[in-house]
């Protein structure tokens, strides 16, 4: 079955510093892929999404490219912020509406 | 209007008790999911109503049942719970049968069984 595995967590950088957060994904045909972030007591909100190979998504300062190679979607940013700590969650979905979700990687910025 | 909104935000019942909880959007999505969420782990799928008929039900127990009564409303009815069942419940929603589409998260019903 389809699956995502994200890089454990808690990572903890300060104000500015590069971020990486990996993911890859196990799918039978051809997913489309997500981050999304959850903010301390809130629910999802989607980050950023690829539907087909080579295509990047990007928002708020945040990149993943979608890897069919290496059927990876890491999540970069180039200089983080405080408010950006929260829990991150790789996800994909293969068109029957059965989304899966990566285990998800806390995030902590410092300033 | 983007947002899923979901009543209540929080709810304590006990293990007899019998109570529902709500999710509604108007944004002509007709995917509804429900998720429970454990502190400190992803969302688990529990249930997807597509066209407002069951089309997935994850092994959920019986103690949990969903309703989809028109293309806006989903709901979730608890009936005899354990404590175990204590979680995060987000209703989610999103277009067809469009694996490109994203899925909107309301802000979740905090769940404590006592």
């Known amino acids: 079955g389809n699956s995502v595995t994200q890089m454990e967590g808690p990572v903890t950088l300060s104000e500015e510093a590069f971020l990486t957060i990996n993911c890859t994904y196990t799918a039978t045909g051809y997913p489309s892929l997500f981050w999304y972030v959850q903010y301390p007591g809130e629910g999802l909100q989607l980050l950023l999404k690829?539907?087909?190979?080579?295509d990047k998504g990007s928002n708020k300062g945040f990149e993943a490219t979608y890897r069919k190679e290496t059927t990876s979607f890491h999540l970069e940013k180039g200089s983080v912020q405080v408010s950006d700590s929260a829990v991150y969650f790789c996800?994909?979905?293969?068109?029957?509406?059965?989304?899966?979700f990566g285990a998800g990687t806390r995030l902590t910025v410092k300033p | 209007d983007t947002e899923v909104t979901q009543t209540p935000k929080h709810l304590v019942m006990g293990m007899t008790n019998k109570k529902s909880l709500k999710c509604e959007q108007h944004?002509?999505?007709?995917?509804m999911y429900w998720y429970k969420q454990k502190a400190k782990k992803p969302p688990e799928l529990m249930f997807v109503y597509s066209y407002e008929k069951l089309s997935i039900n994850e092994s959920v127990p019986s103690r949990f049942s969903p309703e989809c009564p028109n293309s806006s409303l989903l709901n979730l009815h608890l009936h005899a719970l354990q404590p175990e069942d204590s979680a995060l419940y987000l209703c989610a929603s999103s277009h067809i049968l469009q694996g490109d589409t994203e899925a909107f998260f309301g802000q979740g019903t905090r769940l404590t069984v006592v």
């Open positions: 996800a994909l979905s293969e068109g029957n509406n059965d989304m899966r």
């Open positions: 944004m002509g999505h007709r995917a």
């Open positions: 690829a539907t087909k190979a080579d």
